[in-house]
């Protein structure tokens, strides 16, 4: 059995930190495993994604975006993400389908339905085993992001932002089986520890296995 677990939360919430110290617990264990990120994950994709993030675009309609990031996203499934699950790997994804159900539809007011149903055909209806949000309030990330300068969507009003962390909490209300929050406003080091146990939780037994051993 492989495993598919993503990553989500406001931008500036930590997620390239953690999931870098995550990356290296899983290769210390000896835990076969892919890293991919969206938009993006294949050389179409990465294109989609500088049209979706390029602060020259800042005019593009909210439609637009979601039938981009879909786009991508299929891409993304049928060339990355799929293959490494058959191949019997732990696939981690930075962002996925709960990103356009909150960015498009909760903050940007397209209807959930039709979100679902455009991600379902683009994924031919893939689900993650498990979902971490990294909870961090958006004043406090944005702080984060301002030092390193910020692409189209990053720089959108705090409103907007606000209306995204709401949205993954909502999920996180809906599916708490499948979706995990975390508070981000915490140490590095206890934030890690919080997602390894979490991402334990949902790695096959022969894995685990292979992590006492070793």
Known sequence: ????????????SGK?????????YLT????????????GGTPIAEQIREVLLSPRNRGMSVI??????????????SRTI??????????????YVDSSLVYQGVAGGLPLEFLEQINQMATGALRPHRTIVLDLAPDAAMAR??????DRIEEKALEY???????????????????????????????????????????????VGERSTS
């Open 161 to 207: 932002h606000e209306l995204v962390r709401q949205g993954y909490l909502e999920l996180a209300r809906a599916e708490p089986r499948r979706v995990k929050v975390v508070d981000a406003s915490r140490s590095v080091e206890e934030v890690q520890a919080q997602i390894r146990t979490l991402v334990d939780e949902v790695l096959p037994r022969r894995f």
């Open 145 to 150: 992001l301002k030092a390193g300068g910020m």
């Open 82 to 95: 799929r293959p490494a699950l058959e191949a019997g790997k732990v696939v981690i994804c930075d962002r």
């Open 64 to 77: 637009t975006e979601a039938l981009l990031f879909a786009a991508g996203r299929a891409e993304h499934v």
């Open 1 to 12: 059995m492989s495993v598919f677990i993503t990553f989500e939360g406001v931008d500036g």
């Open 28 to 39: 210390e264990c000896g835990i076969p495993h892919v890293f991919t990120r969206e938009p």
């Open 16 to 24: 390239s930190t953690q999931l870098r110290l995550l990356l290296a």
